[in-house]
């Protein structure tokens, strides 16, 4: 029997039923009093100086309240880190020069959408169009175009990581490989485009409502842009649907629909359309990977060196974060005594890149397992083997870069070992790829305020026994608001319908940096279960003092019984107790107040996440078509607080990972995005979703609530190297440009085929 | 021995850490002083991202062993 009430439990959402029933308000359902619509104007060219807006006709419409450009603005750019200002490089609304088809030059307010628009269509903006440059391996010649000024080579951030000596171990080894890599862009495609309500009033105070991950990291990085203190600005999260890494940055659609508001007094929403989504937004990161691989005869790798160089579009975003997490990645999860990274992110006139589920990891996960697929094969070695052989283990320290407590990787090896096993021979064509992947829990680093990133929470006892938790962890679909309802009902030992959350909205939340990173669960719980068992030493004072018990005895809380541990059956009801202690203290509420910050937890997070996932696929050999038939993932992330929750990460994560590995991209001509519909950009849709199944290892992580950890990212990682795998094992081609197409399967079957008839 | 950095309060373990630090700061500062002793900073970046070794980083490194070297 489990020695949890809560946690391991298969629980529904909290917000599942206003979800199912649509009467949740998400930001774009919001509408106030006097509100206005806004739109903005992008620019058309991939680069260009602005030589002049003029907005007097689109003034003049009838219907029109204002139009506003760069001029209306402080003129700051805007960046997450905030202390290197070269790297602060987005206007978001452009003086003089744009970078991408996609930069808003201009923002009108009106009575109603449909005339917003008609007003973009009469601002006239003067372009001189300049040369521009779209690949990053053309961006970083001499002779092309500078996107930025005193950027040299539109190299806009470096990141090197090294450990060990990496020239000498790759002499000791008796086999090296160098491979290349291309990775694809992918669209976030949230369910929810990006979009805000701002109503600015007469008192000076800003009040928005956004689908964010991150309020706190809006509510600053808008006083910083429109020269406003932090506690002028309030920011309230609605529901929101979706985010995976494209809301945790200032966007278009937050900033000019402040402005637009700051100008006006009035209420202002801005609601992307589905293309502005595609096109202007953030997304994820290309990259051009070159790796060598060094190993001994046995599979005892012994040196690892890489080479990315990554498009980073327009701006530098979250570009800085997601280029040391690459290298960081790129090592993950094996023993590499030897290794070096070196990290390069180029402009290019392209829509910027930024975080995207993974941070990075999804690309280097792709490259190093079917790197290490392509080494086990040239040793004759088997692919769980050599996995096996170099895999991670329980408190293993990452030189100069991470502690590692938990680790599962090697009883996952062991559990999709016996699915292999399981499935027996296979029809022809078929093949079984695997992929091995770690991820953090939240990011140890904050980009501004604090050199550690943190977590607060509240918990208030009302005298009904009900909890009200206040947090500023955001909820943006994965599930947060049930994980930390669940958390603190565990804690207190009250039942999880006794939780109401309030998470998300700076008025009242203590600060959180949000969901990024897969941070929630572990820094967020850890607050949260601080808070909880805060508030219920201050219920256990009254009822030991009610109680009259002898001191040695041990008092805890269990399902609204407040009893002597050894002696359960001795006890008073929590509510009786909560109801007394508050009427003794003439009605004031308890109040517990918790706080986590990963002080001295390594470079990069405080744990970590572990798993191999197997797919299984089908080819035909004379299309190239295949088919994702089986996903089964055997995963660690310490102690399982909500069973379905886990499942539904896992099936979404397969659908976003699948959609990376199999169809995802975003072809561009001349730096214009041709697929910025649903219908044209390709997903894997709920039909063409394989049978998945998720094999859950038991571990434990101490420096988890409950011993949890991530449960949301590190699940995309793994697919995309799986199928690459899974393919070569089919038919016996090898596609190290992503995504693997159908296409690209066909033609190099028939480069295979024509390979074949030339040796014989 | 510590290698600190001519032009910020940067102090690294070696020369080399030292030259990753300058070419990966990379602001106007960073590259005067790399242009100052004779550097394309251009050139080292692009010596580094074409091939496997570090190859900018170790030609920096080799002036400021000579000149950034002090004492404990």
Redesign the interface.
């Known amino acids: 029997m489990s020695k949890y009430s809560v946690i391991g439990k298969r629980v529904h959402r909290v917000d599942g039923p206003e979800k199912v029933t649509g009467s949740a308000k998400y930001t774009f359902d919001i509408v106030l009093p006097n509100m206005l619509y806004g739109k903005v104007l992008r620019s058309p060219h991939p680069h260009a100086k602005i030589l002049k807006i003029d907005t007097r006709k689109a003034e003049k419409l009838i219907g029109v309240k204002a139009v506003v450009t760069g001029k209306d603005t402080p003129g700051h750019k805007q960046g997450i880190w905030r202390r290197f200002p ?1 790297l602060c490089d987005e206007e978001i609304l452009c003086r003089q020069k744009v970078r991408y088809i996609g930069d808003a030059v201009a923002a009108v307010a009106a009575i109603d959408e449909d005339t917003a628009e008609e007003a973009l269509d009469l601002i006239e903006v003067e372009y001189e169009p300049l040369s521009a440059v779209f690949d990053p391996l053309e961006a ?1 010649k ?1 002779e092309a175009p500078q996107i930025h000024d ?1 950027v ?2 539109n ?1 806009n951030i ?3 990581i090294e450990w060990g000596d990496v ?1 000498e171990a790759f002499k000791k080894c008796d086999h090296i490989r ?1 491979d290349q890599f291309k990775c694809c862009s992918q669209a976030h495609v949230c369910m929810e485009t990006h979009d805000a309500v701002a109503s600015f009033d007469y008192s000076g105070k800003l009040t928005m409502w956004t689908s964010t991950q991150s309020s706190y990291y809006i509510q600053r990085l808008l006083a910083d842009m429109l020269d406003l203190r932090e506690g002028d600005i309030r920011v309230i999260k609605p529901p929101t649907g979706g985010g995976f890494g494209s809301k945790f940055e200032l966007d278009s659609a937050q900033f000019c629909a402040a402005v637009l508001s700051m100008k006006l007094c009035k209420p202002v929403k801005i609601v992307l359309t589905r293309e502005e989504e595609f096109t202007a937004t953030k997304r994820r990161t290309p990259m051009y990977y ?1 790796v ?1 691989l060094g190993a001994k005869r046995d599979g005892t790798m012994l040196a690892k ?1 890489v ?1 990315v ?1 990554t498009e980073g579009g327009a701006y530098t975003a979250m570009g800085a974060t997601a280029l040391y997490l690459t290298g960081f990645f790129s090592s993950f999860p094996y023993k590499y005594p030897n290794y ?1 990274y ?1 990290g ?1 992110r180029a402009y290019t006139n392209t829509a910027p890149t930024s975080a995207m589920r993974g941070f990075g990891a999804p690309q280097s996960t792709f490259v190093g397992e079917s790197q290490i697929d392509m080494l086990a094969d040239d040793l004759g070695i088997d692919p769980i083997e050599i996995r096996r052989k170099n895999g991670m283990t329980p408190n293993y320290e990452v030189p100069g870069q991470a502690y590692i407590q938990s680790c599962g990787l090697h009883q996952c090896l062991d559990e999709i070992e016996k699915h292999i096993k399981k499935r027996g021979k296979l029809p022809p064509n078929h093949g079984i790829g695997i992929s091995a992947y770690g991820f953090m829990s939240g990011g140890i680093f904050n980009w501004f305020d604090t050199p550690y990133a943190f977590s607060a929470a509240l918990v208030r006892i009302n005298i009904d026994g009900k909890v009200d938790l206040f947090t500023g962890a955001c909820d943006i679909g994965q599930g947060s608001d049930t994980t930390l309802s669940m958390i603190c009902a565990e804690e207190l030992g009250v039942r999880l319908e006794d939780i109401r959350i309030h998470a998300a909205d700076t008025g009242i939340c203590p600060a959180d940096l949000g969901a990024w990173g897969s941070r929630e669960t572990l820094m967020n719980g850890n607050a949260v279960k601080m808070a909880a068992a805060d508030a219920k030493s201050q219920i256990m004072e009254f009822a030991a003092a009610k109680m009259g018990v002898n001191i040695t005895y041990d008092l805890d809380i269990k399902d609204g019984w407040i009893h002597i541990v050894n002696r359960p059956e001795r006890g008073v009801s929590y509510y009786d107790i909560v109801k007394e202690a508050i009427r003794g203290r003439d009605g004031n509420v308890i109040i517990g107040r918790g706080h986590y910050t990963p002080h001295r937890k390594g470079m990069i997070s405080p744990a970590y996440s572990f798993g191999l996932q197997a797919a299984e696929v089908e080819v035909d050999p004379e299309t190239g078509r295949y088919k994702l038939l089986n996903v089964t993932t055997a995963h660690e992330s310490g102690t399982v607080i909500n069973p379905i929750g886990i499942e539904g990460q896992l099936e979404g994560a397969i659908m976003m990972a699948g959609g990376f590995g199999f169809c995802e991209d975003q072809p561009m001509d001349e730096g214009k995005i041709l697929n910025p519909s649903i219908a044209d950009y390709k997903l894997i849709r709920s039909l063409d979703m394989p049978e998945t199944e998720i094999l859950e290892i038991d571990t434990y992580e101490p420096e988890g609530p409950f011993g949890a950890k991530e449960a949301g990212e590190g699940l995309t990682n793994p697919t995309a190297g799986a199928i690459g795998n899974a393919v070569y094992k089919a038919v016996g081609v090898r596609i190290n440009d992503l995504p693997i197409t159908p296409e690209k399967v066909f033609r190099a079957l028939r480069e295979k085929e024509k390979q074949g008839k030339k040796s014989k | 021995m510590s290698y600190k950095c001519p032009v910020c309060i940067k102090v690294s373990s070696s020369a080399m850490d030292l030259a990753r630090h300058m070419i990966g700061r990379g602001d106007k500062i960073h590259k005067d002083w790399i242009s100052s002793k004779g550097f394309k900073y251009s050139e080292l970046l692009a010596l580094q991202f074409k091939s496997f070794g570090g190859e900018g980083y170790k030609a920096l490194s080799e002036v400021l062993e000579k000149e950034t070297k002090t004492k404990d």
């Open positions: 070269e970083i001499e005193g040299d080579l190299i470096t990141r090197h020239d160098e070159f060598k060196e080479r160089i070096r070196d390069y």
